[in-house]
């Protein structure tokens, strides 16, 4: 007798898991969106600066050290070639 009442639990929980289907789907951003609407565009574009962000930063961070590298090298070659040998 007790298992009546967890089965019949059980079989409403299952009975609403597709119900909940349509809400889950309008959960996201784009599927709540109307056909012609620009806001899709709008959030496709805004992921896209998102995504390219950390690699913006990194490359200028990274083509900064190699120019202050690049530098560092040629001022030292420069002071390596001015230099006459001593004998």
């Known amino acids: 007798m007790k298992f009546n009442g967890v089965k019949s639990i059980a079989i409403a929980a299952v009975a609403a898991v597709p119900s909940l289907a349509p809400r889950a789907a309008l959960a996201c951003a784009m599927c709540g969106l109307s ?43 420069a002071v390596k070639v001015s230099t006459p040998p001593k004998r």
Request: glycine share 14%; no cysteine.
């Open 35 to 77: 056909p012609g609407d620009h806001a899709g565009h709008a959030f496709n574009t805004s992921v896209l600066f998102m995504l390219s962000g950390p690699y913006v930063t990194f490359g200028l961070i990274g083509g900064i050290v190699f120019v202050a590298w690049r530098r560092a090298n040629r001022r030292s070659l």
